[in-house]
């Protein structure tokens, strides 16, 4: 089993920046990929980026891409999203996620399913 406690969310200008925390607890967090998603009022949860269990590869959704970078620190169970020049469209709840499984296609790390462990939210609002 593993909890995931995100933290970091805000209220902050168009173009500024934020840093998305995700601690871990319980076993092998090391072994894990983990990822962020987002949603929107009335909209579905949407991917945003994802890092390999090893931390060498990372994918991000078009929308994010050049202005979020995920990265993760095995040492103290914690997996972060910094995010610049945000827009009013990333306004969102966003999520941490953490998956067990050995995914062999890129495309397995954009979707939900891959994913079996989740967070409770934080919000960002991203004022114009």
């Known amino acids: 089993q593993v909890q995931l406690v995100e933290s970091g969310g805000g209220l902050v200008q168009a173009g500024g920046s934020l840093r998305l925390s995700c601690a871990a607890s319980g076993r092998a967090f090391s072994s894990f990929n983990m990822a962020w998603f987002r949603q929107a009022p009335g909209k579905e949860r949407e991917f945003v980026a994802a890092?390999?269990?090893?931390?060498?590869?990372?994918y991000y959704a078009d929308s994010v891409k050049g202005r979020f970078t995920i990265t993760r620190d095995n040492a103290k169970n914690t997996v972060y999203l910094q995010m610049d020049s945000l827009k009013p469209e990333d306004a969102a709840i966003y999520y941490c996620?953490?998956?067990?499984?050995?995914?062999?296609?890129?495309?397995?790390?954009?979707?939900?399913?891959?994913?079996?462990?989740w967070g409770q939210g934080t919000q960002v609002t991203v004022s114009s």
């Open positions: 890092i390999r269990w090893g931390g060498g590869t990372t």
């Open positions: 996620a953490a998956g067990g499984q050995i995914l062999y296609r890129a495309s397995a790390y954009y979707t939900r399913r891959s994913y079996d462990y």
